[in-house]
């Protein structure tokens, strides 16, 4: 299994400011994946980071949206960019071990 | 992108088998059936997965039809701790050793006691 530990478990943030999650894993990983999970809905896929390297946005997600960090092979970062109530969700962060994706508890953003 | 669909609901007497079915009927060869479930407020948790053959482990089993166009998850024994949504995934492998899950919409499952 892994151990994914995500920060803040949640906030409430002002519209037009910005909040940046952190995600640190139990081991190293090559890939690590953001999702978005709006109000009664299923995950949505924002991006792909590989440490090193750009991050991989799906169609909808832009990087100045939605900035990602990678420094290492057991941390990343996803910040929320000038946040609008369209922001509130729950924001999660996944490592695979294998062909098992893990998750961490999430962090659930309320804007205001 | 291989999508799945599911009943957004089922309701199921605890101590009984919970069938959930799944359909996903535009998956391609080589992309694996996953299923998650959410508690609320938590991250989803692994349950099973497979590619042709059926599968059990401790918490499930899955059937896969012959032709992989529709799939069900069997909990067969449910117990209240098995309320939670019940996610059917496809996994599509990408280039540069990637891949994406495809989220259906899930089903809520209450076991009743």
């Known amino acids: 299994s892994a151990v994914i530990s995500q920060k803040p478990s949640r906030d409430i943030c002002q519209r037009g400011t910005s909040l940046t999650i952190q995600c640190q894993v139990d081991?190293?990983?090559?890939?690590m994946f953001w999702y978005r999970q709006q109000p009664g809905q299923s995950l949505t896929l924002i991006a792909t980071?590989?440490?090193?390297?750009?991050?991989?946005?799906e169609s909808g997600f832009v990087i100045d949206k939605f900035p990602i960090s990678r420094p290492n092979l057991t941390f990343s970062t996803l910040t929320v960019s000038n946040m609008s109530p369209e922001d509130s969700s729950i924001y999660l962060c996944?490592?695979?071990?294998?062909?098992?994706?893990?998750f961490g508890q999430g962090t659930r953003l309320t804007v205001v | 992108d291989a999508k799945t669909t599911q009943p957004p609901s089922m309701d199921c007497a605890e101590g009984r088998a919970a069938n959930l079915p799944c359909n996903h009927s535009?998956?391609?060869?080589?992309?694996?059936v996953y299923w998650y479930r959410q508690i609320h407020s938590q991250g989803p948790q692994y349950i099973i997965h497979?590619?042709?053959?059926?599968e059990t482990n401790e918490m499930a089993s899955l059937i896969i039809t012959e032709d992989r166009k529709s799939s069900t998850l069997i909990l067969p024994h449910a117990t209240l701790r098995d309320t939670a949504v019940h996610y059917c995934?496809?996994?599509?492998?990408?280039?540069?050793?990637?891949?994406?899950?495809?989220w259906g919409l899930g089903t809520s499952l209450a076991v009743n006691p």
């Open positions: 535009t998956i391609s060869g080589n992309e694996y």
């Open positions: 996944s490592v695979d071990r294998g062909l098992e994706a893990f």
């Open positions: 995934i496809v996994r599509v492998e990408r280039a540069g050793n990637n891949r994406k899950l495809i």
């Open positions: 081991s190293q990983v090559t890939m």
């Open positions: 980071a590989n440490q090193g390297s750009e991050a991989t946005y």
């Open positions: 497979g590619l042709k053959n059926n």
